[in-house]
């Protein structure tokens, strides 16, 4: 991966290894059981096992985005953000901490009140109008994210020629917004199952490489325990771990930044291992 850094509220940090994105689901309807804490002491014990197991960075999220998922009040996605992110920084106020909203007024209280230092919008700023003018204003990192329609709807939009052109194209307009308002820090997530079907979701995989010239951003992955895995292999989520580590290892080696998951101690191992490898091959005539 390319080197890059990112201004945490005046903090420069310089990022130049794959970073481990440890996921915190402050919801009772995630799709995966495991990375569910749905109340203060499962929170804050989540929190503590995922800094412990090595992630890098937490993304704490108050509203399902699961294929379907019901729609959530804003007022309790602010009190679940609010409990979830004053968890994380009851165990550590270092740790860099994401906040998994759409909604701009989530994104600005999680910032400037409770101790949020980047934004994941997997809406890519299509279902809040604000919310790239409140990113902008508050100056902190922007994970932008491929969706077509809502949680409710994405699943029916997966209409694709190409799916890698059509995903960058359709990123590109958001992505030049952005920097024309300022924002320095922009992250790019190509939205592994969102408007997406399983071969499309492979087809964007094998060309992650390309994407990433294509809109000259860090990326972010984010396959942890998915449908891609799970309906290829007939399984359910919380036997989707291998799986999950083949596609972060695939991920890692076309030069993604990020990977976020639910299993941090297997995603350590795995970024270790494979930068091993892809060091142990710079020395050679073999390339990834």
């Not at 919008?121 to 809502?150: C, N, W």
């Not at 860090?218 to 942890?224: D, F």
């Amino acid at each position: 991966m390319k080197p890059f850094t990112l201004n945490l509220k005046g903090k420069l940090i310089e990022i130049n290894r794959p970073q481990v994105m440890g996921i915190l689901n402050v919801t009772p309807d995630s799709f995966y059981q495991g990375s569910q804490s749905f109340g203060e002491y499962e929170a804050t014990r989540r929190a503590a096992t995922l800094i412990e197991e090595g992630a890098d960075m937490i993304d704490i999220g108050g509203y399902s985005s699961r294929p379907g998922a019901s729609p959530v009040p804003v007022e309790e996605e602010l009190r679940r953000v609010r409990m979830g992110v004053e968890a994380i920084r009851r165990v550590s106020g270092d740790i860099p901490v994401s906040v998994d909203t759409f909604r701009s007024e989530v994104a600005r209280k999680a910032v400037e009140e409770w101790g949020a230092d980047i934004v994941n919008d997997i809406s890519g700023g299509s279902l809040d109008q604000e919310m790239f003018a409140t990113v902008a204003s508050m100056k902190v990192p922007y994970i932008l994210m491929h969706m077509r329609g809502t949680p409710q709807t994405m699943q029916n939009l997966t209409g694709y020629t190409d799916v890698t052109a059509e995903v960058a194209a359709e990123l590109s307009r958001p992505l030049e917004i952005l920097r024309r308002m300022g924002v320095a820090d922009i992250i790019i997530d190509p939205g592994f199952g969102f408007a997406k079907n399983i071969g499309q979701n492979y087809e964007l995989m094998a060309n992650l490489r390309h994407l990433r010239h294509m809109l000259g951003c860090p990326i972010l992955t984010g396959i942890s325990r998915k449908s891609m895995i799970t309906r290829l292999c007939g399984i359910e989520p919380e036997k989707a771990l291998a799986g999950t580590v083949a596609l972060n290892t695939a991920a890692i080696l076309s030069g993604t930044a990020i990977i976020r998951v639910h299993d941090v101690a297997e995603a350590v191992q795995t970024v270790k291992v494979t930068q091993a490898l892809m060091e142990a091959a710079s020395g050679t005539q073999d390339e990834f």
